[in-house]
């Protein structure tokens, strides 16, 4: 029953902007905690930020004062935006929901910063 469905990504020049949403199922989207993660080739999976279901965030060191995540429990949405973006933000970015300990995957959408 949960489904998570992510946009948003594409191409970008160094320093440019991207916003990514990610539209999760309505069932338990407002009592979930939501997340962004993202895989550089070749790498493992990591941790970008995560916002509770009370709107508090974390994020990581990497993205800190450029990225900001956010969401609309009227919409079921999550958004990632990335400003200031850097090479080596370019991978496969992923929405997850955590629901009961469980956690929910996306497809994933690809984010790739090049001049």
């Known amino acids: 029953q949960v489904q998570l469905a992510e946009s948003g990504g594409g191409l970008v020049q160094p320093g440019g902007s991207l916003r990514l949403s990610c539209v999760a199922s309505k069932i338990i989207f407002s009592i979930s905690a939501m997340g962004w993660y993202r895989q550089p080739p070749g790498k493992q999976r990591e941790l970008v930020a995560d916002i509770t279901r009370t709107g508090n965030t974390n994020y990581a060191d990497s993205v800190r004062g450029r990225f900001t995540i956010s969401r609309d429990n009227a919409k079921n949405t999550v958004y990632l935006q990335m400003n200031s973006l850097k090479p080596e933000d370019t991978a496969v970015y992923y929405c997850?929901?955590?629901?009961?300990?469980?956690?929910?995957w996306g497809q994933g959408t690809q984010v790739t910063v090049s001049s």
């Open positions: 997850n929901l955590r629901y009961d300990a469980r956690d929910y």
